[in-house]
């Protein structure tokens, strides 16, 4: 069991709706921060460990900077991505640029910022040399394909589209010390929001024994692995979360047999996860506004796919808990949905809820938990749908707009009206 608690009471909730109507997003920064710590913790037993945040999972620079505060770094894969990271203060090494079907300015932006360029393909080498220039130190992708089974999300390593094959890789550490690079560094990332270790474990195992084959046929020690995201949360009240110390001494186990009988020791230990660093600790706070009873019983958000689509997207799982009912019985069953035109936009599908009472200002509180990472960042304005705000409870019990909601102002702004109106 996992306690999917929400941080502040009703009362609590209540007050902030006041000056912030919902729909939005809550961050909790105390616990945003206490994680971060306890892995830090856990994989401090790695003589050189360092934790990328993937950005895409929560692009806020408020976010970036309270990771940043406590020693990640950052994950970025597009030219804004870049720019949030460079907002944050990472910059350097502590940026890794691990994209697919780079344009040439994203590159020059990376290597502008210091950042570490982890190449997904063979041909970039000499896309890279031609526009922009080999940087001393630089990563290259690795696809197992079938030496590793896929899950559900990512799917199977053999269709996906990234890395390079195990020759490619060789080849290509080859060629970009030929072509002056320096240091050198591996990366894969084979799994999304995958809560078994021994599949994480097991991935590390494959990158050492990867990094010890390199050794022996190039003569190149990298520097660091990277064993990208991936490892997931529990989303479902009855899943485990991940024990830090489990997974950080699984993969320490399989650098002790592999990484120091090469001689590879001290070899950098990189991650790049997005979920488990911020999913558990943001929400997405909605309120009733409508109940429908037809064939199904059905209760109408302020909110909708637009704001968080993973549950219409893939079917993902969202608990839901109302504020001030988190111990009544769950005597209904509903459909808790959105506005969007699109059937699938529901954040939970025959659910058991307590009885939720719906209103524009006098509604229930409905609390979507496990929304901070790929909840808000995967949003879209489809329909007109405006997407909402974000806040951010500091430890202090202060809240701060990080991201206001956007206006139709917003919707509008890549529209010359101007031009309508000459014709
Ligand atoms: C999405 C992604 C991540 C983060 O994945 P999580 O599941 O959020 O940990 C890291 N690296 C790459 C390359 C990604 O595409």
Redesign the pocket.
């Known amino acids: 069991m996992n306690n999917k608690v929400f941080p502040l009471t009703k009362a609590q909730l209540e007050a902030v709706v006041d000056r912030y109507p919902t729909p939005f997003y809550l961050y909790d920064e105390a616990a945003i921060r206490r994680n971060a710590r306890a892995i830090l913790k856990a994989f401090s037993i790695f003589p050189a460990f360092k934790e990328h945040f993937?950005v895409?999972?929560l692009p806020n620079p408020f976010i970036l900077k309270i990771l940043a505060d406590e020693g990640f770094g950052a994950?970025c894969?597009s030219y804004p991505e870049l720019l949030l990271a460079d907002m944050a203060g990472i910059g350097g090494e502590l940026m890794m640029f691990?994209s697919n079907e780079t344009p040439v300015r994203e590159y020059q932006k990376a290597l502008e910022l210091g950042a570490v360029i982890n190449l997904d393909d063979s041909t970039h080498i000499d896309f890279l040399e031609k526009n922009a220039r080999i940087p001393e130190l630089i990563s290259c992708r690795y696809n197992p394909g079938p030496l590793k089974g896929g899950n559900a999300i990512i799917g199977k390593p053999e269709e996906a589209k990234y890395g390079f094959t195990r020759e490619q890789l060789i080849q290509g550490f080859v060629l970009l010390r030929d072509k002056g690079a320096k240091r050198f560094a591996l990366h894969t990332?084979v799994a999304?929001?995958e809560l078994n270790p021994e599949y994480h474990i097991e991935t590390a195992r494959i990158l050492f024994e990867l990094a010890v084959e390199i050794l022996a046929k190039t003569g190149i020690p990298l520097e660091f692995v990277n064993l990208?995201?991936?490892?997931g949360i529990p989303y479902q009240p009855d899943q485990q979360p991940i024990d830090y110390d489990y997974l950080a001494t699984g993969i320490k186990k399989a650098y002790d047999e592999i990484i120091l009988p090469a001689g590879l020791d001290p070899l950098g230990i990189h991650t790049?996860?997005?979920?488990?660093i911020t999913?558990p600790y943001g929400w997405l706070v909605t309120r009733a506004i409508h109940t429908k009873r037809i064939y199904r019983e059905y209760i109408g958000l302020d909110a909708c796919m637009a704001d968080l689509m993973r549950p219409g997207l893939y079917g993902a799982y969202h608990h839901i808990t109302i504020a001030g009912k988190e111990a009544a019985p769950p005597t209904e069953t509903y459909d808790v949905v959105g506005s969007l035109c699109e059937n699938n936009d529901k954040f939970a599908v025959q659910r058991n809820l307590p009885k939720i009472q719906a209103g524009e200002t006098d509604g229930d509180f409905v609390i979507i938990h496990d929304a901070g990472?790929?909840g808000r960042a995967m949003g879209f304005n489809y329909n007109g749908k405006l997407r909402c705000g974000e806040l951010l409870l500091s430890p202090d019990g202060s809240f701060t707009m990080i991201r206001r909601p956007e206006t139709v102002d917003d919707y509008f702004a890549t529209l010359d009206l101007s031009r309508l109106r000459r014709e």
């Open positions: 993937a895409k999972a994950d894969a691990t990332m999304s929001n990208g995201g991936g490892v790049e996860w997005g979920r488990i999913g990472a790929h």
